[in-house]
């Protein structure tokens, strides 16, 4: 059985190297390289079937096979990403695309901000890993295959299903059990199952089993040969368990270090030490100081986090009611002014500074400070300036359409001023009275971009300018928050009776450019 044992060791290594090359390819698969991974790694990983980038919602957007567009086929797999597990193994699958029986591998993917994007998934052949048993093993008395959860046997010429019941015994017996003289079709045999890592894959090993041991042969020699036989049994037995138990012991001692290694510190290994020899117990309680030590000094840089957190979200406050102070300041002044003029400019001031106030208000209530939901941040700035500017009164309809995007908390002032700017803009220079103003975000996923598209009636005749190249204080302003931005600002009308501006953004992971504000 050593060699037996020697070959489920190296299928284990080979599911593990499977995964580490999966979370190190990530990058590339999810730029679309699916194919290009694969092509790489299929000599590397024979049984590797498929490399495939699934979104959000689970459809394929990258595959190495087929055309994408199909779900994933285990969901509860999937949700298991969603919720926070880092790697899912699945049991035994029809693949969508090469209709054959695969395992899969899952990793999570993760946005710049922490949040569930998806998964970089592998396929692997089910066959391909009976194959690969088979040429580890080489022994003819011993049959060896792949199984999944559901019971389906793989690579066998002896047992094609196993008895749903085994997996009770199996996960009682902490991932392996014995069942001996089994009966599969006229034949008798002892059947060995073993669990490889905590996914759906599970290792048969099966044999004949042996009839000089049965009951009926054992029966007529008893009176002489059973104590001498007795002998040999226990000799034998200690002989195996003590080699093939100090080989279990240190497996689990190398997949809690690989645990480890991945950062996940609340597994106790010494928990489940307590029966092993002394000295691989004494290693895996070391193993669990330094795992404690690890999780208090994360605790602890947690804390001081939490504490940052809260200054910054203080900072945000105050000068919010600073801000607010300036307002009234401005109002009381605005009331002295007679001047049309003065007052028009004391009321620009006051929505720039009352933006800037809706940016910091915006960034203490959020539960992220290194970024901003734009899609509510920007309806409570809309919904001011609504209501500041007066559109009611001047005949405007306003409305948006906002796609929801995060972005960094440096951009969302000039974001903000931005979208200020140009709505203002396109009160002044639309119709005197009345007319539409519509503003819509959207994300192109594919080129990388955030397009902020502002749209009203349009301008009275000989007020068309290129809204880039005006020379108006709100078009300086708009052209210095798109370069803020690194941003590409266009304007002008759309062929239907409509003035639009339009800012397209690069999104965060493009490399950032040096910009100008002049």
Same mark, same amino acid.
């Given at each position: 059985m050593e060699t037996a044992d020697d070959a489920i060791d190296d299928l284990a290594q080979n599911l593990a190297t499977a995964e580490s090359y999966l979370q190190f390819f990530e990058p590339e698969i999810l730029e679309g390289g699916c194919s290009t991974v694969f092509e790489r790694l299929r000599e590397v990983i024979p049984s590797l079937n498929n490399v495939v980038r699934f979104n959000i919602d689970g459809i394929s957007e990258c595959t190495a096979l087929g055309e994408p567009g199909f779900s994933v086929t285990r969901p509860a797999a999937f949700e298991r990403l969603r919720l926070g597990t880092d790697v899912v193994r699945t049991d035994a699958f029809e693949g969508p695309v090469s209709h054959t029986q695969l395992f899969a591998i899952h990793s999570r993917v993760?946005?710049?901000?922490?949040?569930?994007?998806?998964?970089?998934?592998?396929?692997?052949?089910?066959?391909?890993?009976?194959?690969?048993? @088979? !040429?580890?093993?080489?022994?003819?008395?011993?049959?060896?295959?792949?199984?999944?959860?559901?019971?389906?046997?793989?690579?066998?010429?002896?047992?094609?299903?196993?008895?749903?019941?085994?997996?009770?015994? &199996?996960?009682?017996?902490?991932?392996?059990?014995?069942?001996?003289?089994?009966?599969?079709?006229?034949?008798?045999?002892?059947?060995?199952?073993?669990?490889?890592?905590?996914?759906?894959? +599970?290792?048969?090993?099966?044999? %004949?089993?042996?009839?000089?041991?049965?009951?009926?042969?054992?029966? /007529?020699?008893?009176?002489?040969?059973? /104590?001498?036989?007795?002998?040999?049994?226990? &000799?034998?037995?200690?002989?195996?368990?003590?080699?093939?138990?100090?080989?279990?012991?240190? *497996?689990? &001692?190398?997949?809690?270090?690989?645990? +480890?290694?991945?950062?996940? +510190?609340?597994?106790?290994?010494?928990?489940?030490? %307590?029966?092993?020899?002394?000295?691989?117990? !004494?290693?895996?309680?070391?193993?669990?100081?330094?795992?404690?030590?690890?999780?208090?000094?994360?605790?602890?840089?947690?804390?001081?986090?939490?504490?940052?957190?809260?200054?910054?979200?203080?900072? @945000? @406050?105050?000068?919010?009611?600073?801000?607010?102070?300036?307002?009234?300041?401005?109002?009381?002044?605005?009331?002295?002014? %007679?001047?049309?003029?003065?007052?028009?400019? &004391?009321?620009?001031?006051?929505?720039?500074?009352?933006?800037?106030?809706?940016? @910091?208000?915006?960034? +203490?209530?959020?539960?992220?400070?290194?970024?901003? %939901?734009?899609?509510?941040?920007?309806?409570?700035?809309?919904?001011?300036?609504?209501?500041?500017?007066?559109?009611?009164?001047?005949?405007?309809?306003?409305?948006?359409?906002?796609?929801?995007?995060?972005?960094? *908390?440096?951009?969302?002032?000039?974001?903000a001023l931005f979208a200020l700017e140009a709505v203002t803009n396109a009160i002044k220079h639309g119709p005197r009275y009345g007319g539409k103003i519509h503003i819509e975000m959207t994300r192109d996923a594919e080129a990388r971009m955030l397009n902020l598209k502002i749209t009203n009636t349009a301008r009275p005749a000989g007020e068309d300018e290129d809204e880039a190249n005006s020379t108006g204080l709100g078009s300086k302003l708009m052209t210095a928050f798109s370069r803020q931005l690194r941003g590409e600002l266009s304007g002008g009308p759309d062929g239907n009776g409509n003035y639009v501006v339009q800012l397209d953004i690069p999104e965060p992971t493009e490399a950032k450019k040096p910009f100008s504000a002049v």
């Open positions: 993760e946005t710049a901000f922490g949040a569930f994007d998806g998964s970089v998934s592998f396929g692997i052949n089910a066959e391909r890993l009976g194959d690969f048993l @088979h !040429e580890k093993l080489r022994d003819e008395d011993i049959d060896i295959s792949i199984a999944s959860r559901d019971g389906r046997v793989f690579g066998s010429d002896i047992i094609s299903q196993f008895e749903p019941d085994w997996l009770n015994q &199996l996960e009682a017996n902490d991932g392996n059990a014995l069942f001996p003289d089994v009966r599969i079709g006229s034949e008798r045999y002892d059947v060995v199952i073993e669990r490889i890592g905590q996914g759906g894959v +599970y290792v048969l090993l099966t044999r %004949s089993s042996p009839g000089l041991f049965s009951e009926f042969a054992i029966a /007529p020699a008893s009176a002489i040969g059973l /104590p001498f036989l007795a002998f040999l049994l226990v &000799l034998a037995a200690v002989w195996v368990a003590v080699d093939r138990l100090v080989l279990k012991w240190l *497996a689990r &001692l190398k997949r809690i270090a690989f645990i +480890y290694g991945a950062g996940r +510190y609340k597994i106790r290994a010494g928990e489940s030490f %307590s029966s092993a020899p002394e000295e691989i117990l !004494e290693l895996a309680l070391t193993l669990d100081q330094m795992a404690e030590k690890i999780e208090s000094r994360d605790g602890s840089l947690r804390e001081a986090l939490g504490k940052r957190d809260a200054a910054v979200r203080e900072i @945000h @406050h105050r000068v919010k009611n600073n801000l607010q102070i300036v307002t009234s300041f401005l109002n009381l002044q605005s009331r002295q002014v %007679s001047d049309q003029g003065a007052k028009s400019a &004391l009321a620009s001031a006051r929505h720039r500074i009352d933006a800037l106030s809706i940016v @910091h208000q915006t960034l +203490y209530q959020h539960e992220r400070l290194e970024a901003v %939901s734009l899609k509510p941040f920007l309806s409570g700035l809309l919904e001011h300036l609504s209501e500041a500017l007066g559109f009611e009164d001047l005949g405007f309809e306003a409305s948006w359409d906002l796609q929801d995007a995060d972005r960094d *908390a440096d951009d969302a002032i000039p974001l």
